[in-house]
């Protein structure tokens, strides 16, 4: 009995600890173990619920505990002050840990990675956790869930399941607020665009845009909430938020790896349409430098003819339907531009060559 009251004390000082600058110190083997500790304790909850004596000591352990803790008593952590908090007392370590900001990306990611494992086989009050917890990043982390380092390609953006678990919080979070009101993604897209490292968020929105239409699949007793919205819709809510931002289009088209929007504008017509539009925008902005011999721009911030090429390659390697249009822009302003067939009197000449398609 003593251990396990010294087992509650020790989960009691780490529960204070949570929402501190001190979590700053904590690697993912601190974070497991804290968590691992949180559920021995919930075990313990469901196995003497009602054995009185280990219950009544368990409650006056916890009641003492908050009272010699800074002397502020027991409101000195919100909700675990009674043995009933013992069975959601992970919730509430995982809830800290997720609103503290000072909490190490190494050791936020390992939590991430305890609370969403992915595929696998776990038992029915695991899955029930997970659900719960689910439900609790969606509605008071979702912000703070979008932090990550930077992800390259496509290949890689959905194999890494902390990515994966962003972009479907994202679109789940996007569901929410879309049935309290039409105006709510908008908006709630918006905010994120101004309080969030621009590269990564637009990563996130990415992996979200790549995201099977299987994927993700919300608890069902979120569907019997407000109107019937899909993981689609979210989707859709996305692109046209994207959209309707010229300079966060802009951006978004600019920062992303070649392959990965070559995915994105196979998937979404809509999202080729623009990258098209943009890419010639760009390709007319470059002027051919004689003494160099190449294209370059007026500006740092042009586009330099090397990556421009290598975005259309890109495009031409992706399905037929986007080669075949790629190559009929091109070939348009090639013709407005005075359908020359010399190398550097027209940048669509030059591109069509570099193509592997002068005709």
């Given amino acids: 009995m003593e251990s396990l009251l010294e087992h509650l004390d020790r989960f009691c000082e780490v529960v204070v600890v949570s929402h501190t600058t001190h979590v ?3 690697d993912p083997t601190t974070v497991r173990r804290a968590l691992q500790w949180a559920r021995y304790l919930r075990h313990i909850h ?28 027991p ?9 009933r908090a013992l069975g959601h007392c992970d919730l509430l370590l995982s809830q800290r840990l997720l609103e503290n900001p000072a ?14 494992p ?31 380092n930077g992800c390259g390609e496509n290949s890689v953006l959905l194999e890494d399941s902390l990515i994966k678990t962003q972009a479907e919080l994202l679109l789940q979070r996007l569901q929410e607020v879309g049935r309290a009101e039409a105006e709510g993604p908008s908006r709630f897209l918006s905010s994120l665009w101004e309080r969030l490292p621009p590269n990564n968020f637009l990563q996130v929105i990415a992996a979200a845009l790549l995201l099977p239409p299987s994927s993700p699949q919300p608890p069902k007793e979120e569907w019997e909430l407000g109107s019937p919205q899909t993981a689609g819709e979210g989707r859709q809510e996305l692109i046209r938020w994207l959209l ?26 809509e999202l080729f349409q623009v990258y098209l539009g943009l890419l010639t925008n760009w390709g007319r902005r470059l002027h051919y430098d004689l003494q160099k011999g190449m294209w ?27 080669k075949d249009e790629v190559l009929t822009a091109l070939q348009s302003c090639k013709a407005q531009d005075g359908d020359f067939e010399v190398p550097g009197l027209s940048i669509w000449t030059d591109l069509l060559l570099a193509l592997g398609n002068g005709a």
């Fill in 24 to 26: 700053r110190s904590w």
């Fill in 46 to 73: 469901k196995r003497f619920g009602r054995h009185v004596r280990i219950r009544a000591a368990l409650e006056r352990r916890l009641q003492n505990q908050w009272k010699q803790v800074g002397g502020s008593g």
């Fill in 75 to 83: 409101a000195s952590v919100p909700g675990l002050t009674n043995f």
């Fill in 103 to 116: 909490l190490g990306d190494a050791a936020f990611h390992s939590l991430l990675q305890q609370l969403f």
């Fill in 118 to 148: 992915g595929p696998g086989a776990p038992d029915t009050e695991e899955e029930t956790l997970q659900s719960r917890l689910a439900l609790l990043a969606r509605r008071r982390s979702a912000v703070h869930m979008l932090r990550f």
């Fill in 244 to 269: 309707g931002k010229s300079d966060v289009i802009a951006t978004f088209c600019r920062t992303l790896p070649a392959k990965l929007l070559t995915s994105l504008a196979g998937l979404h017509p």
């Fill in 296 to 322: 370059v721009g007026a500006e740092s911030q042009d586009v330099p003819w090397e990556e421009l090429c290598r975005r259309f390659q890109s495009l031409c390697q992706g399905p037929s339907p986007l």
